[in-house]
C-alpha cells in the first residue's frame, strides 16, 4: 500500500516558478515509477512527467518540456516537480501517481496504481 500527499500548489504569475512535492508513505515506494499528472477545468487529466524507479529514466509531455522537471529521492520517499517559466495554461490539479508496471504504463494514465488527493497550481496573467 503507497499513500501519496502532495504540496506546495499556489498562485504564481506568468513566469513565475513553483516546486510541487509528492510524500509517499510505505516502504515499497523504490519499486514504483512515479509520475505528475494534471486536470484543468472542464478537460480530462493528461500526463505531465515520469520517472522510473531508479530515477534514470524521465518522461515529459510536449507541453512542458524545456520548463519542468520531475525528480526523486528514494531515500525520503519523495518525488519532485520543479516548474519553471509557469504560462496561464499551466494553471490545473496536480496529482502526483506511482505505478509498478513502469514509466510506460504510468504514461498511459487510466488504472494507475495510487493518485494522490491533488495540489492546485494557478498562473496568472
Known amino acids: 500500500q503507497v499513500q501519496l500527499a502532495e504540496s506546495g500548489g499556489g498562485l504564481v504569475q506568468a513566469g513565475g516558478s513553483l516546486r510541487l512535492t509528492c510524500a509517499a508513505s510505505?516502504?515499497?515506494?523504490?519499486?514504483?515509477?512515479m509520475g505528475w499528472f494534471r486536470q484543468a477545468p472542464g478537460k480530462e487529466r493528461e500526463f505531465v512527467a515520469g520517472i522510473s524507479w531508479s530515477g534514470t529514466s524521465t518522461l515529459y509531455a510536449d507541453s512542458v518540456k524545456g520548463r519542468i522537471t520531475i525528480s526523486r529521492d528514494n531515500a525520503k520517499n519523495t518525488v519532485y516537480l520543479q516548474m519553471n517559466s509557469l504560462k496561464p495554461e499551466d494553471t490545473a490539479v496536480y496529482y502526483c501517481a506511482a505505478e509498478q508496471l513502469g514509466l510506460q504504463r504510468l504514461r498511459r494514465g487510466g488504472r494507475i496504481d495510487y493518485w494522490g488527493q491533488g495540489t492546485q497550481v494557478t498562473v496568472s496573467s
Open positions: 510505505g516502504r515499497t515506494f523504490g519499486n514504483y515509477a
